[in-house]
Structures are given as structure tokens and as C-alpha cells.
């Protein structure tokens, strides 16, 4: 039924005669064609860019099935990026600031009800062509409807996309609980595909993050967590897309384990994935342990980091030192002084704010090599923070009393301390 979805479009077709196939859902079919504005006999100025649809089913069993046909595997699929705003801060800033800088038409489809014509929602799309990269699309779907079913909508749109961005704006706690349960429960649905889920989080979001992490998400998915500072729509975006460039490379959704000999009928299996399937399971998914907070590159073992870090209890004027998540600002392990009074947690949080301002600025600077270290000072005390080559989204800080602490050596035993967590 939907002959150009969310990918390469082509012609609309004519609605079949009486007495022919059922349609998947939808009333109509003309959707997102690529067409310039024109003006019509009343000298009004029609956008071809928009369309209406009338939905006779439900939208979003209509967009799995089609999904399911044009982007069954997602490694050659086009690029698909979805935008989860349930606040509706950023989303639609976005998509205008990539069609402005892009010169490429926002191109919307307004999915109405049969009976009423009622507006259930609004899909956005835009797209980027960035020279020497796969083209972008972004998406992002706007529910005007209360239900269920509609709320379903951009749970199809989702599903399908190489990665999902959720902007948490301003809202209440209970508002995030219900957000981030109601995402638990469509990454678990057997249709969903999705291989990344991007959480861009306000700063100082600590709380937020640890909820995220404490959620037993599917083995398969990988989560990210970044906490920005959202003063634009371009600001936003920057920090998708450097996101985007981190992760694109890695494998997708891999099929859970089937027989070899048989796959199954909604998954099946095909040659090249008869490697995948006789891998060895998951030991925490075999064992029934709750699934740890997936991150891109190879997990810190937090006993090896704490052991790491206890050299550092003889260096004079140490107030603590911590292994810090940057994307975060979560510390993963931590040494103290008995005596010191220092929040840590406070420490890290900020120390991470620090790092990511110096590698954007890095970024803008067009540097492409990694930050090293980088020293703050503020009255008696300084902060050294250094990255972890093995591990590029943690980094070192070390707090320490610049009254009693000789830095040429801490910054030495801080080198050692990150040799030692290769």
C-alpha cells in the first residue's frame, strides 16, 4: 500500500477499483512527493511540500508494514535518524535548521482521520546531503491525537531508524518515568530494530542519567546518554551528529537467537547471518541478570578502576580522585582521603561539563587529535582531568590541595593511572 515511505520515493499509486486487494490502512496514498511550491488560479502560494492523508486503520501497523518491506535490513538501508521531543522543545527547530542549512525542503505528511478529518499527527522530514557521507534523513512525528493507537506512531517511525534521539526537555518527574517506561516497552516489542537510543539530557541531569541506566533494556540495544547545554537548535543537532559519526559504523540489531536450520517467519534468517546465530549468548541474558547500561566501546571494570586508583592515596594533597563518565558525569570509581570533605559526585558531574566544552571548541576549531588533559585552578584547589585513551567516553579527575600537592608528580601518577585501565 505505501509505495514511498520514509526512503527513496517514487510515484504515487492510483487507488485501486472496488472489488480489489485491501489497502494496509490508508484511505489515500499521494504522500511526501519532492515538489516545488506553486501558485495556484486565486494567486495563493500552494506548499507541494505538504500532504494530507486519510487513515482508514491503524498508521502505524500501516508504516511496520511497509518498513518491513523496504527497510527489512538495515545495513543497506538509507540513513534514518528519528527525533523523540515529548516536550516539542527541539524536534521541529531541528529539522528547519538542517532544511535552512541544506537548502532542502521540510517535506510533511498530515495523517487524518477517516471519519472527522481530524488531524491524528504530523510527520516531518527533511534531508542532508553531507559531501563524502551517506545522506541523512531526519524524522519526526508530532501526535495531535490522544489514543493509543496513535500514540503508536512514533513508536513505527522508530523502529526502523538506525537511531532514535530523545530530547528531554522541561518536564515533570512523573512525565519522565512514563516516557522512559513507555520507551522500555517498545524496545522490547518483536517488530523494534532500532540498534541505537540517544538520550540528549540538560545539564547537570544526573538524576535523569541514573534512572536511564537503571532500566534493564534489551541486551541488543545499545544506549547512549549525552548532557548538553540546549542553547539551539544547531547545538543540538552538533551533538547528534557527533554522536551519529561515533556509533554509525557499528553492527545493527542482530536477530536473537533462532535455529540455524529454520529462522522464523517474522526474522528469517539469511546466509551471511549463520555466524551470528551460533555465536555464544549473552551469560547475563542466559542467567537472567539485569542487562548493564549498553555503551559503545568496551566496558571499565569498576574493581580494576578502583585498584587503579588506589596508587594515588600517597600523593600529598590529594583531596579524591574518581574514573568519570563523560557522557554523564557518573562516577564509575572513586578513592578519598578519609579526612576530605569533597562531593565527588558534584566534582565529576562538573568536571564533565568542562571536558565535553573543551572538545566542542576543539571540534570548532577543526582539531582533530583527542584531549589529553586538561588543569583548572580556583583558590586552593585544582582539578586535573585526563581522558582514557582505551576508553574514550571516561576520563581521569584528581582533586587535589595546590598548597601541598607537588602537580608535575600528580600529573605523572594520573599517566600511570590511565596506562594501567588499558
Known sequence: ?????????????????????????????????????????????????????????????????HFADTRADLETATSLITLLDPAGVWASAVIKALSDAGGRPIERLHLREHSTLRTLATIERTTLVRRHEDTLRIYHADVRAPGSENAEIPVALMERSQM??????PLQPHAIDAL???????????????????????????????????????ARLHVHV??????????????????????????????????????????????????????????????GAPSVLRVSREVLDPAR???????????????????????TGLVLAREMRGESSVNMDLAAAACAQVLRAHQQAARSMGL????????????????????????????????????????????????????GLR
Open 1 to 65: 500500500m505505501l509505495t514511498s515511505l520514509f526512503g527513496d520515493l517514487g510515484p504515487a499509486q492510483r487507488p485501486k477499483p472496488e472489488g480489489g486487494a485491501a489497502d494496509g490502512g490508508f484511505a489515500a496514498t499521494a504522500i511526501m512527493e519532492s515538489v516545488a511550491s506553486e501558485v495556484n488560479a486565486r494567486g495563493q502560494v500552494v506548499d507541494r511540500h505538504s500532504h494530507d492523508l486519510v487513515v482508514t486503520g491503524s498508521p502505524a501497523q500501516a508504516i511496520r508494514e
Open 164 to 169: 532514535t534521539t530523545v530530547i528531554i526537555g
Open 180 to 218: 522512559l517506561a513507555a520507551l522500555h516497552a517498545a524496545a522490547m516489542l518483536p517488530t523494534w530494530r532500532c540498534p541505537n537510543l540517544l538520550f540528549m539530557l540538560p545539564p547537570n541531569a544526573v538524576w535523569i542519567a541514573n534512572k536511564v541506566s537503571a532500566i534493564n533494556w534489551p
Open 226 to 287: 549525552l548532557s548538553e547545554s540546549m542553547t539551539g537548535a544547531s547545538s543540538v543537532w552538533n551533538a547528534m551528529l557527533g554522536m551519529w559519526n561515533h556509533i554509525k559504523e557499528q553492527p545493527g540489531w542482530e536477530p536473537a537467537a533462532v535455529a540455524p536450520s529454520t529462522g522464523s517467519s517474522e526474522f528469517p534468517i539469511r546466509l551471511g547471518e549463520f555466524g551470528a546465530a551460533s555465536a555464544a549468548p549473552d551469560p547475563a541474558a542466559a542467567t
Open 305 to 327: 578502576a578502583r585498584l587503579a586508583l588506589a596508587g594515588m592515596l600517597s600523593l600529598d594533597g590529594l583531596l579524591g580522585c574518581a574514573v568519570v563518565d563523560s557522557t
Open 368 to 419: 582533530t587529535d583527542q584531549i589529553d588533559e586538561v588543569m583548572t585552578s580556583a583558590g586552593s584547589r585544582q582539578q586535573v582531568m585526563r581522558t582514557v585513551s582505551r576508553h574514550p567516553d571516561l576520563f581521569l579527575v584528581v582533586l587535589l590541595d595546590r598548597q601541598h600537592t607537588n602537580l608535575a608528580l600528580a600529573r605523572f601518577q594520573l599517566m600511570e593511572v590511565e596506562r
